[in-house]
C-alpha cells in the first residue's frame, strides 16, 4: 500500500521559514516523479516544486523560485521541501506527491498524501 505522510506545517510569520518533510512508503522515489504541489482554499491546485525521475532535474513553480528549496533526505524515502521568505500568499494545505511520469507539471497525481496546512500571516 502506497502512503505518503506530509509534516512540518504550521503558523509562521511573513519572512519566516518552514520545512516541511514527506515520508514515503509502497513505492520506491527512484521509479516515480516526486514533489509537492499546494492548495488554497476557493483555489485549484498549484504545482510547487518537483524532482524529475528523467534527469533528477528540480522544478519549482515561478511563485516560489528562489525562495523554496526541494531535496531529497537522508533517508531514501524522505523528500523535503525548505521555505524561506514566506508570504501570506503561500499560505495553503502543502501536499507531497508521486507521478509514473517525469513533473508533467499539470497537477494530477498518482498518488499523494493527506497534506500539511501551511499559515502565514502578515
Known amino acids: 500500500e502506497v502512503q505518503l505522510v506530509e509534516s512540518g506545517g504550521g503558523l509562521v510569520q511573513a519572512g519566516g521559514s518552514l520545512k516541511l518533510s514527506c515520508a514515503a512508503s509502497?513505492?520506491?522515489?527512484?521509479?516515480?516523479?516526486i514533489g509537492w504541489f499546494r492548495q488554497a482554499p476557493g483555489k485549484e491546485r498549484e504545482e510547487v516544486s518537483c524532482?524529475?525521475?528523467?534527469?533528477?532535474?528540480?522544478y519549482y513553480a515561478d511563485s516560489v523560485k528562489g525562495r523554496f528549496t526541494l531535496s531529497r533526505g537522508n533517508t531514501r524515502n524522505i523528500l523535503n521541501l525548505q521555505m524561506n521568505s514566506l508570504k501570506p500568499e503561500d499560505t495553503a494545505v502543502y501536499y507531497c506527491?508521486?507521478?509514473?511520469?517525469?513533473?508533467?507539471?499539470?497537477?494530477?497525481?498518482?498518488?499523494w498524501g493527506q497534506g500539511t496546512q501551511v499559515t502565514v500571516s502578515s
Open positions: 509502497g513505492f520506491t522515489f527512484d521509479d516515480y516523479a
Open positions: 524532482i524529475s525521475t528523467s534527469d533528477s532535474s528540480t
Open positions: 506527491y508521486g507521478d509514473s511520469r517525469s513533473c508533467p507539471w499539470d497537477t494530477i497525481y498518482d498518488y
